[in-house]
């Protein structure tokens, strides 16, 4: 009788392999996508370099504000710090939580994992490191940004820039960690539904957030009833025992060139992290099959749904088109209602677009000031129809590739393809339309805009959604990919990038427009922002939203006679 060898010990060379691996995965990742789509890689690198030269400079406006304002300005620092780090937690610890379950309890790369000779803390280990090299992106994002901008109006000591890098680097290890921790817990005991629960938490913080900025938003900036505003708001969020307020705590000293205080609040931020990182790892490499074991079969749970909400939402939005258009709109609906990678980007940046205008009032920023008005509304609509670019490249192209893979079947049905293209446009069209609308008629609203620029700004989004919308349906049906399944492969391909690029250009040539009509407008209104706009400003405007439906039906007609050719 044999004996049955007993369990391998966890070696060292096990993780060092998975993090080759990984390595190699990456780079070859990134060489396809430079070969493939060196254009589209490039337009996106000058973007995110747009949005941090335009955080960097946010940022040194509103602390450049609150240096003058002696003791308000140093505890707005101080609020400035702890919310940062709270809000940032959050996120990633909400991004980590999805990003893992897929990674951890998912059908493929999990199933894997568990049939190789790897012990289960290595490959847990691997997943919690992999969590905090994907939340680097925070730090390149907002972090330097950030970093920089206390470091231009505040006199800071060369031991800042390293210190300040040691305490993020510190304090994302703990919401990684609490990621991984989220995971699990709904993989073992709530494995039926998790986009559900996650969709559920994030909705809740989002509604918490909104709530708390509005009741902070109705007080005065500058006064002493302010101060008194703010000690009460950030007293439940500034607690002693919450990794944020050490390294808020850290860094405002740290810039304050207290030393010794900030290398204690480091300690502490990287004792805690390790503990909890190595608790995680441990309890997850202990218990990591048996998650993974309910969580396929919590998936595989028969059960039967109506789909009777999205029925309604179909009848509600789509209420203008025959009953047989709102038909094959519904399949379009279902499909993207199951597609989380959809509606969880759209629903995470439009939500922190809802936040952030909510909170316009709450910045440091003369907001009467004519030119600071016209600056903020300009700056909204730039980034508001930037956001619409990339999200129409990303989910909108992809559309009739991925239909086309079907066209067989939808050749039984008594429509043209045509009206199929048409049925594509307004989906699309509806969905970004109220997302962007709804948007920028909320931050109208806060920054009380008279009732001209409310028409422009209002007129002019609607505009870019149609040519963006016309531009991604268009290019889609004239450059299909038959035969990839992929949508983010279908977006990087040359009909992809082509669309990206040639949607920039048609938001910058919008703003560059807006730009001179604001620039030109300004000088006739130096006391307040005026109730008229000049005849020509008027032209212009109309001129815009003419120019975005002719892009959006040329695109149309494009797509369309190259659709119609295309074979089964």
Not at 38 to 55: D, Q
């Amino acid at each position: 009788m044999t004996d049955i060898p007993a369990e391998r010990p966890p070696s060292r060379s096990d993780l060092t392999v998975l993090l080759r691996c990984r390595a190699v995965q990456l780079r070859n990742v990134v060489d396809q996508q430079l070969r493939d789509a060196p254009l589209r890689t490039l337009a996106m690198l000058a973007l995110l370099a747009v949005i941090w030269v335009a955080l960097y400079f946010l940022l040194s406006a509103i602390f450049r504000h609150l240096r003058t304002w002696d003791l308000v300005g140093i505890v707005a620092d101080q609020h400035i710090f702890v919310h940062f780090f709270l809000v940032l937690g959050v996120m990633l610890a909400f991004s980590n939580a999805i990003l893992t379950f897929g990674a951890l309890y998912g059908r493929e790369e999990a199933a894997h994992l568990l049939s190789t000779p790897v012990h289960p803390r290595q490959v847990v280990c691997l997943k919690w490191f992999e969590g905090l090299v994907l939340s680097s992106w925070s730090f390149l994002l907002l972090g330097v940004p950030l970093m920089l901008a206390v470091a231009r109006n505040t006199p800071v000591a060369w031991y800042y820039y390293p210190l300040f890098l040691a305490h993020f680097a510190a304090f994302v290890a703990i919401p990684a960690c609490v990621g991984l921790l989220a995971a699990w817990v709904v993989a073992m005991w709530a494995p039926r539904r998790p986009m559900t629960i996650a969709l559920c938490i994030g909705l809740v913080l989002l509604v918490s957030a909104v709530v708390w900025l509005w009741t902070v938003s109705r007080h005065a900036l500058e006064s002493s009833e302010w101060l008194q505003v703010i000690f009460k708001q950030i007293s439940f969020v500034k607690q002693p025992l919450l990794p944020s307020t050490w390294t808020a705590n850290g860094v405002a000293a740290a810039a304050e060139q207290r030393l010794s205080a900030s290398l204690f609040y480091l300690l502490v931020v990287v004792g805690n992290a390790a503990f909890v990182s190595w608790l995680t790892i441990n309890l997850l490499g202990r218990h990591w099959a048996e998650a993974f074991s309910r969580a396929q079969q919590g998936r595989f749970y028969p059960t039967i749904r109506s789909g009777w909400a999205t029925l309604v939402v179909c009848r509600v939005l789509f209420f203008y088109l025959p009953r047989r258009l709102r038909m094959i709109l519904l399949k379009d609906l279902r499909s993207f209602a199951r597609d989380p990678k959809q509606w969880t980007q759209i629903l995470i940046m439009f939500g922190l677009l809802v936040i952030y205008v909510l909170n316009l009032r709450r910045l440091p920023l003369d907001l009467e000031n004519p030119s600071m008005k016209t600056l903020i509304a300009f700056l909204n609509l730039t980034t508001v129809t930037l956001i619409l670019a990339t999200f129409t490249s990303r989910f909108v192209y992809p559309l009739l590739s991925l239909e086309s893979q079907q066209l067989w079947l939808l050749e039984l049905l008594p429509t043209r393809r045509v009206t199929l293209l048409l049925v594509k446009f307004l989906f699309a069209l509806t969905v970004t339309g109220l997302s962007c609308c709804g948007v920028m008629a909320l931050a109208v609203y806060v920054l009380r805009l008279p009732t001209p620029w409310v028409i422009v700004d209002m007129g002019v989004c609607a505009g870019i959604c149609i040519g963006l919308c016309g531009l991604a349906i268009g290019l889609g049906a004239r450059f299909p990919l038959l035969r990839q399944r992929n949508p983010a492969r279908i977006a990087s391909g040359f009909g992809g990038t082509f669309n990206l690029m040639a949607s920039m250009m048609l938001v910058i040539g919008q703003m560059a427009a807006i730009g001179y009509i604001s620039l030109k407008e300004l000088p006739t209104n130096l006391a307040t922002l005026g109730n008229r706009l000049m005849p020509q400003s008027w032209l212009i405007v109309g001129g815009l939203m003419g120019l975005s439906v002719a892009v959006a039906a040329l695109a149309l007609w494009v797509g369309a006679r190259h659709f119609n050719r295309l074979e089964c």
